[in-house]
């Protein structure tokens, strides 16, 4: 609730700028819900099973859980293909399961953010179907990108882009005479057809997705592919067409960080602002941007735009101390300068789970695998925590889950490797359902009456990692981010802020938060002198008095002059 103040209107408490800034340094937990727990017995995992499992997070620490894609959809790339952005796919429940999550998570403090995928629809969305069944030039294929092919008959696509999963961007349909007719544009996959923003109904249409999300209580959106949306007005072709397909990232700059797309920030900033000055609370908008530049990012996060956008830059840095002080360097100098608080994660359910990509070698190049990818990954996690800004955890990263990596070619679904019959670059590798307890698969994440096998097979040596043997293990990566999490609510010198950079040793790299919390990191595999003495408050691994072993992070707190 609001104070007043006399004349002058109501003045905030600052129990209402908390509500209102809350996630300007809030870890947010990233549920895929395929994989988290299942509660039907049928091998997928559900709202129900988030709303079991939310007890679990609030013992784990974070301030709320971000929904991967529940919509009604035909699953071709497991809900990114959105069918209708207003219900929730019986897979995974109904509308009222979806509330009472939104209700439990609320009763237990923390908040609920949804997957919004404005950038594409399902080919069975309605209004694709109905552009299909349309004629060309017709109103129902201004949703999407239609266009006439080249060639002598229109036999060749309409521009040489590729699409990021592999092929052409660009697919043929069949007219309703029978004839060989139009092109649509996908820059994924031909399931996902692209949505033309140039058309002012699908802006409307979002904004009233939005609304009704809003109105059901959400506190925020994630943003698929927030750097898509517009595509050059001229469709020209590529440079280098095959860049989005050999980088499997948004590299064509013909396709993606167009600067229309900021408008619809603008409009979607507008409506959360109006929804938070009805109640004092703010809903947050965070994009997945992915541009070169974290200048570029910042252009995402201006006051009147996005709240927040991921900093991928972080977690494509490679386990080096110079690469890691520049990375955070820019996104301080850069983003932080907008007014907003940089967005660190280290992992999502795109990419090479942590444990795995730090065990490559030295410079992160090759596929020599050492064993330092569980000590590196564990001081990641420290030294992300106590970064100023906000953090995203994905799902198993707090249980020190490896990437799963021989999974046979027959059980595979990513659409990448569907495509292109390649495995590089897949991502079914990091959605291996969690192990929850037990010695062998299901580890409790399907019940054993169900008789169903979880959708993707789960490893012998998950049971290494199930949640029940993390709890009871005080050395666990599990307590180690709970520890670092109930350390950064109740610590004054962690959260939003500033940091200070301290002079070490060259593989060290050390910064202090605050009023004397210092934050350290060892890139090498030898000791070094810690840079602060007396015992840590908490480190990744074994720490003597005065010595930072290598592939290890720790906090201290200190009365070094954080000035």
């Known amino acids: 609730m609001l104070t007043a103040t ?3 209107g109501p003045s905030p408490t600052p129990a209402d700028l908390s509500q209102r800034r809350w996630w300007r340094d809030a870890v947010i937990y990233q549920v895929y819900i395929r994989s988290f727990l299942d509660s039907t017995g049928d091998g997928i995992g559900d709202l129900a099973g988030v709303r079991a499992g939310l007890p679990y997070l609030k013992k784990l620490g974070v301030d709320g859980i971000w929904l991967s894609p529940f919509y009604p959809s035909p699953q071709h790339d497991h809900g990114y293909d959105v069918a209708d952005y207003r219900g929730v796919d019986p897979v995974y429940g109904d509308l009222a399961e979806f509330d009472s999550v939104v209700a439990d998570a609320h009763r237990l403090g923390m908040k609920i953010l949804v997957d919004i995928v404005p950038n594409h629809c399902s080919s069975e ?22 266009a006439d092919g080249r060639g002598e008959h229109g036999e060749l696509p309409p521009n040489n882009w590729r699409a990021m999963f592999g092929g052409p961007a660009w697919s043929r349909v069949r007219e309703t005479d029978g004839s060989e007719g139009q092109w649509y544009l996908h820059l994924f996959t031909p399931e996902q057809p692209d949505l033309n923003w140039r058309n002012p109904a699908v802006g409307e249409h979002f904004l009233d997705v939005l609304r009704f999300w809003l109105d059901r209580g959400v506190d925020g959106f994630r943003i698929d592919v927030a750097a898509g949306l517009f595509r050059h007005p001229e469709l020209p072709d590529s440079p280098d067409p095959e860049a989005d397909e050999r980088t499997r990232d948004s590299v064509n700059q013909l396709a993606w960080n167009q600067p229309e797309v900021h408008q619809v920030w603008r409009d979607w900033r507008a409506l959360c602002d109006a929804y938070a000055e009805t109640d004092g609370h703010d809903r947050l908008l965070v994009g997945e941007v992915s541009v070169p530049t974290a200048r570029e990012h910042a252009e995402y996060v201006r006051p009147d735009e996005l709240h927040q956008a991921f900093f991928f830059h972080l977690l494509s840095a490679r386990w080096d101390v110079d690469a890691f002080r520049s990375t955070i360097t820019e996104a301080l100098r850069d983003i932080a300068g907008t007014g907003s608080t940089v967005t660190w994660v280290l992992n999502n359910h795109d990419q090479v789970r942590t444990v795995t990509r730090y065990a490559s070698g030295p410079a992160g190049e090759g596929d020599a695998l050492t064993d330092h990818g569980p000590a590196r990954a564990r001081a990641a996690a420290l030294l992300m925590l106590a970064l100023p800004g906000a953090a995203y955890v994905y799902q198993g990263e707090e249980l020190g889950l490896p990437e799963v990596l021989d ?72 307590h180690l981010y709970r520890d670092g999490l109930h350390l950064r609510r109740s610590l004054p010198q962690l959260g939003e802020g ?56 720790a906090w201290w707190i200190s009365d070094i002059d954080p000035r």
């Open 6 to 8: 006399a004349g002058n």
């Open 125 to 146: 969305h309605p209004w694709f179907q109905a552009a299909l069944a349309g004629a060309p030039g017709g109103p129902e294929r201004e949703y999407f990108h239609f």
């Open 407 to 478: 999974l046979p070619d027959e059980v595979l679904t990513d659409p990448i490797f569907r495509r292109t019959g390649s495995r590089r670059h897949i991502r079914d590798g990091c959605r291996v359902p969690l192990p929850w307890s037990g010695l062998a698969s299901p580890f409790g994440f399907t019940p054993a009456e169900g008789g169903a096998r979880p959708w993707l097979p789960q490893p012998e040596w998950f049971a290494e990692h199930a949640t029940d043997r993390a709890l009871s293990d005080t050395r666990s990566f599990w």
């Open 498 to 553: 500033s940091l200070r950079w301290l002079e070490t040793p060259p593989e060290v790299l050390a910064f202090v938060r605050g009023d004397g919390l210092v934050c350290a990191v060892n890139f090498g595999t030898e000791p070094a002198p810690a840079p602060v003495s007396g015992t840590p408050l908490l480190a990744s691994g074994d720490c003597p008095v005065g010595i930072l072993p290598g592939s290890t992070a």
